[in-house]
């Protein structure tokens, strides 16, 4: 049997984090060991409750959830961490694949794309997913964007913007998991994002 993914829940507002936490213990393979509405007692808990997976508010306007992924991502490689964040937030979700973050999430997202994303963060905590990547890409330069990419990159991003591996990448385009590789590594170049 596998073990369970043990997640914490960080939000300031009660109502989401005692309905997040719900939402992620009746799941079957997920387990709250922990929440807070203090980003500041978001480190200790993620140790002492030995979580797997920490989720994240990012709320205006001072996204120190933001600042408190940086710190959690220094201290922990292996911790996934899934961001929440108020739709439109372009600008906020570059800044969340910077940090090192494992995914990010739209609060107006269905159920499934957030428990998709804690379990995305959960065996690939340094992999960073976002249903709203290719999009926001596209909104972030459009006539540079246009120019630079060729029509492979441009299936590539739109693949990474629907949450796809790199693997699973691969067999969408019918290549090789190196080629894909290559291709998201000179996507990234060429946006100059880092993963």
Do not use: C, W
């Amino acid at each position: 049997m596998n073990e369970l993914v043990k997640v914490v829940v960080v939000d300031d507002h009660t109502l989401v984090r005692y309905g997040l936490a719900g939402l992620v213990d009746h799941e079957p393979d997920l387990e709250i060991v922990g929440d807070t509405g203090h980003r500041a007692e978001a480190v200790g808990m993620v140790l002492s409750a030995r979580a797997n997976v920490v989720v994240l508010d990012v709320t205006p306007p001072d996204f120190d959830g933001l600042r408190t992924a940086r710190d959690l991502r220094n201290r922990y490689a292996d911790l996934g961490i899934v961001l929440l964040a108020p739709d439109g937030q372009d600008n906020v979700l570059f800044q969340a694949l910077e940090s090192g973050v494992s995914a990010f999430v739209a609060k107006t997202a269905p159920t499934h794309e957030i428990l998709a994303a804690i379990r995305h963060a959960a065996v690939a905590p340094t992999s960073f997913t976002a249903t709203e990547l290719g999009p926001a890409m596209a909104r972030r330069d459009q006539p540079a964007a246009a120019t630079l990419l060729s029509p492979r990159e441009t299936q590539v991003l739109e693949l990474l913007g629907q949450g796809l591996s790199v693997r699973a990448i691969a067999v969408a385009l019918s290549v090789s998991v190196s080629t894909a590789k290559t291709y998201v590594a000179r996507l990234y170049e060429k946006l100059e994002v880092s993963n």
